[in-house]
């Protein structure tokens, strides 16, 4: 089972949130357990002393000089590789390009129920409470801090390959702290759609010509 580092709560810098699923349980696997999470992009340094942390975290865990093992897996994520691969299936990357980028999660909801709906607990700026009721405020691509605990634990090696010391990071809650531009997802199919003059009666005139357009 993993070890945490239960006590201490780190509240990350602002950072632009990429993707999430803070009000939801998202399955991304189907052997994984349910989860709330959250992806954010980070300008280059700006981790620099919870990295830090991390590598403190490491060493209390494993002994001195565990921090130093190049197997040391500590998931902070280059976004220009990330846009890369992104770009090479044909996706949108630029959010990722030049950032560095953090994921964080927890099967606890709000009340500490683990498994269970109804999110975490999400703040506005002013610090009031942004409910699955007006969750449309907390958008991908709104900034955001988020408070986290490390997580220490042994990654179990697969294929052959030996078991890794490993971290992770356990989302607490977030904040909104700002707007800005949002992001389309996978999820957000307005991307698709173009305004239409007229609105509903152009929808009337083309019902009225018989729907389908027969081919030339």
């Known amino acids: 089972?993993?070890?945490?580092?239960?006590?201490?709560?780190?509240?990350?810098?602002?950072?632009?949130?990429i993707n999430h699923s803070v009000f939801k349980l998202d399955q991304y696997d189907e052997k994984a357990a349910p989860r709330y999470t959250i992806e954010i992009a980070y300008e280059q340094g700006v981790l620099d002393d919870f990295w830090n942390a991390c590598l403190d975290a490491a060493d209390a865990k494993w002994g001195e000089g565990a921090s130093e093992d190049d197997t040391l897996i500590i998931p902070f994520m280059d976004g220009d590789v990330m846009k890369e691969k992104r770009?090479?299936?044909?996706?949108?990357?630029?959010?990722?390009?030049?950032?560095?980028v953090l994921r964080a999660s927890t099967q606890f909801n709000k009340d500490g129920i683990q498994?269970?709906?109804?999110?975490i607990q999400v703040f506005a700026a002013d610090t009031s409470e942004i409910g699955i009721a007006n969750q449309g405020e907390f958008y991908q691509g709104c900034m955001a801090k988020i408070a986290v605990t490390i997580n220490t634990y042994v990654?179990?090696?697969k294929h052959g390959n030996p078991d890794q010391n490993a971290i992770s990071f356990y989302l607490s809650a977030v904040q909104k702290v700002g707007d800005g531009e949002k992001l389309v997802t996978s999820s957000d199919r307005s991307g698709l759609f173009k305004p239409v003059a007229g609105g509903k009666k152009d929808g009337a005139e083309k019902?009225?010509?018989?729907?389908r357009k027969k081919r030339a």
């Open 115 to 119: 498994g269970a709906e109804g999110g």
């Open 1 to 17: 089972m993993p070890d945490t580092e239960a006590a201490k709560q780190h509240l990350l810098p602002e950072g632009r949130v």
């Open 87 to 100: 770009e090479a299936k044909g996706k949108s990357g630029d959010a990722y390009g030049g950032m560095q």
């Open 155 to 157: 990654s179990e090696g």
């Open 207 to 211: 019902a009225a010509t018989g729907g």
